[in-house]
DNA sequence: TATGAATGAGGCTTCATTCAT
DNA sequence: CATGAATGAAGCCTCATTCAT
């Protein structure tokens, strides 16, 4: 009875395109983050969503097509925070904890999210990928050109060379640190921000010697 | 014309198994790293290897066994290279630079295994791939315990807190590095390891000062 | 020609899941009577239901849950059918006779589903035909009790211990006569029931010295 | 050490080609017993008959003539033991006592032989299954001939009309009763023949009213 | 004689995607 | 707007069988 109840009608209310469409890409993203993008069927993100694949296909496309908008609004989610925290007229150690710090608080907030702007790497066939690699590679040349304003003056011609490498090996670590925080999750983002901000400013062998970096310290 | 480009290697033929299965896993190694798992068929493998699809699973068994094979053949590569490299009565310092410099070299000799090893990260669902992050947690273990030993008597106890973390960032900022070399090719594997040693033992604040890490200088 | 001849039935579309199913079923009984469950192929049991392959999968399962289907759809109205049949305050020659009877008129009118129950032997490796064995041991065991019953007060100990090899023995005579009848077609349910009634109840012993078992005359 | 001589010398020595033969139908006819004939592979069979598979091949040919060969053999076998065991001089009760006394010899001392020949049933499509029909049939032609010549005289037309029917319905219920006695190992080959001399010879009319037949007793 | 090496062919299964209602 | 029904295409895997030594 209770069941036949149920189908006199429709499942779903007629819901504004809108809010469907956030339902869709919030569990799209669960769903790509936790499966990652092959194993990720559409038949799970439809039920998932509680939405039929028709309205799957026709609000946001092809697999692709919903993959990369899962990936634009989590790029554009975490870019936009980290854009409203730094503020360029600080100094460069200064604007590197508060982006930092940012980060970490956005993999706290919203892992999934995280995992899939993490999980996936430029493969070559898998061409649509092409795009998150570009946007990796945007922050990495936001943080060098940031280093960069930071130094001047100071900064040999040779530190300016390693500026680039060494802003993608600090996104690298970055993503390394916060995977290893998945696993030790009795840290805070502020923690895990200090220890990276120690790692990437002052080096090993500061540490070794008992220097660490404070916030409020400054360069 | 393009139709003869196709028999390109004529198939050998009663190979003894051993050269047999070494074809197999260079070219599933070569697949698997352009491709990723999932993507990669074992059609493709089994075509780009010369071999039929039977033999595949006769000398290697299915996908899971293969993939994992591959993963166990350069996981095991690099760590003995590795290995042989670094010398435990070394100097901190120099054991780092002597195992970065190693792995550079591994990346430039081995690029489809490096990527390889660098590219599946562990998904749900996917239970084959804990091999691999096990293995990658045993490395930064490794270089914890590198770390711990050539501290010991300086290292405050701040210092031990950090070492896993921060082993972790550092194998996360040499796999992000190693990256960036894939589109900068113009780098000796040497150049790579001294920039990223610089980065991890004099840190940004030393850089920034024009204060660089040298071979030989020692902690 | 021929190649219009294979679009005989013209694909009926978009029918309600209930009849799909029954379509299915009814294919595949019939393709696995004819052939066996292992040669039976998943393709030529689509083909005979005029339905695609992923529909068997969607509403029926794998191959293994498609044949068990069918094996409960077809011993379940096996059974009711001989239930409705017999009835318990009868003596026994009377409840075997219509058992009889019923056994004869369904082998006639469903002879799929006949060679379905009879055809398929356990098989170490096969452990889903354990169902289907389990199902014949009930048959005998429920005939061994209506012996057991009908024979309360005159059956001596010894009879008792005959009761459950005896109704293997009833039920494997059934099943070769059945066989035979599909050789001989030129009898009627009515008149295999009475032949094997004739043999079980009497015994050649009997038959030898021409006396014959009639329906009506009680044990 | 022990390994590498173990390869110094073929694994097999040079033997007489009947002796191979008979090796090879052994586990032949064990493999296909126990697993049915598709899913039996020749894979099992070369590798517990201690033979490469072009050995198999070369000796006894395709898997379906391999699977002949066996039904032929263990036929062929038992056919002859009840030949052998029945007299055609002695009355009808007695020649059906002997006869199924060794059908139960045999199953007990050649289980496997006995699941092969009771296992297949004739199946549309797998026509090399055909001659075990006619095999079956030729048996239940010879009893049906056996009682048409140990009843003349005594038995009326309608009996004759029974007698291929009753023939193959007690072919049947030997099949099933020596099925129930692999699940009852604990009775003897004697004992099981008796069981069901009871039922075929007295009929169940008699069993319940206390009549059992007795070796020796004659029609 | 004897066998390790090798494969064509075919079976099971699932997935992204679309149609008809 | 919304969906249950439907499928082409492709992937994994195994088997009977033969070749070259």
């Known amino acids: 009875m209770s069941e036949h109840a ?15 469409e956030r339902q869709i890409l919030d569990a799209a993203v669960h769903v790509f983050a936790t499966r990652g ?20 296909y026709s609000y946001l496309g092809a697999k692709d097509e919903l993959f990369l908008a899962c990936l634009r609004r989590e790029g554009a989610r ?15 150690a200064e604007q590197l904890w508060r982006g930092l710090r940012t980060l970490f608080e956005y993999v706290r907030d919203d892992p999934d999210g995280w995992t899939l702007l993490r999980r996936q790497t430029n493969a070559q066939g898998d061409p649509f990928l092409a795009e998150l690699a570009q946007w990796r590679q945007n922050i990495v040349r936001l943080i060098a050109e940031m280093l960069s304003r930071a130094t001047e003056g100071g900064a040999t011609p040779r530190t300016t060379d390693q500026l680039e490498p060494f802003s993608a090996a600090l996104v690298g670590a970055s993503e390394s640190l916060a995977n290893w925080w998945f696993e030790h999750p009795d840290h805070t983002a502020d923690g895990m921000a200090r220890r990276l901000m120690n790692m990437v400013w002052m080096g090993f062998g500061d540490l070794v010697q008992g220097n660490y970096w404070e916030p409020g310290t400054g360069a």
Do not use: Q, W, Y
């Open 6 to 20: 149920e189908r006199t009608r429709p499942r779903t209310r007629r819901l504004p395109r809108e809010v469907r």
């Open 37 to 56: 993008f092959h194993p990720a069927s559409m038949d799970e993100i439809s039920e998932s969503a509680g939405v039929s694949k028709p309205m799957l």
């Open 78 to 92: 975490l870019t936009e925070e980290i854009h409203s925290a730094v503020d360029t007229e600080l100094d460069a």
